[in-house]
C-alpha cells in the first residue's frame, strides 16, 4: 500500500501561482509514475502532469505545458506541482495519485495506470 498526502492548495487571484505537493509513504519502492489529475465541477477528471519516479521524464497536458512544472524528490518521497500564470479554468480539485505500471510518456496520462490516490486538494482560481 501507498499512502498519498496532497498540500498547497487554496485561493489566488488570476496570474498568481501555486505549488502542490505530494508525500507519499508505504511502498513508495513499488512506485513507477506519479501524477496530478485535477476535476471541475460537472466536468470529468483529467492529466494535468505525470513523472516516471526514476529517470524523471515528465508528461504535460497542452493546457497546462509552459505553466507547470511537475518535479520529485526522491529523498523526501515528495511530488510537487508548481502552477504559475493561474487561470480561473485551472479552478479545480488536484489529485496525486501513483502507480506502479510501467508507462511510456504517452501512457503516463491514463488514469487506469494508477493504483493509488489522494483525497485532493482544492484550487480556486478568481478572475
Known amino acids: 500500500q501507498v499512502q498519498l498526502v496532497e498540500s498547497g492548495g487554496g485561493l489566488v487571484q488570476a496570474g498568481g501561482a501555486l505549488r502542490l505537493s505530494c508525500l507519499a509513504s508505504g511502498r513508495t519502492f513499488s512506485m513507477f509514475i506519479m501524477g496530478w489529475f485535477r476535476q471541475a465541477p460537472g466536468k470529468e477528471r483529467e492529466i494535468v502532469a505525470a513523472?516516471?519516479?526514476?529517470?524523471?521524464?515528465?508528461y504535460y497536458a497542452d493546457s497546462v505545458r509552459g505553466r507547470f512544472t511537475i518535479s520529485r524528490d526522491n529523498a523526501k518521497n515528495t511530488v510537487y506541482l508548481q502552477m504559475n500564470s493561474l487561470k480561473p479554468e485551472d479552478t479545480a480539485v488536484y489529485y496525486c495519485?501513483?502507480?506502479?505500471?510501467?508507462?511510456?510518456?504517452?501512457?503516463?496520462?491514463?488514469?487506469?495506470?494508477?493504483?493509488?490516490w489522494g483525497q485532493g486538494t482544492q484550487v480556486t482560481v478568481s478572475s
Open positions: 513523472i516516471r519516479w526514476s529517470g524523471g521524464s515528465t
Open positions: 495519485a501513483a502507480g506502479s505500471t510501467f508507462a511510456t510518456i504517452l501512457t503516463m496520462r491514463d488514469p487506469t495506470l494508477y493504483d493509488y
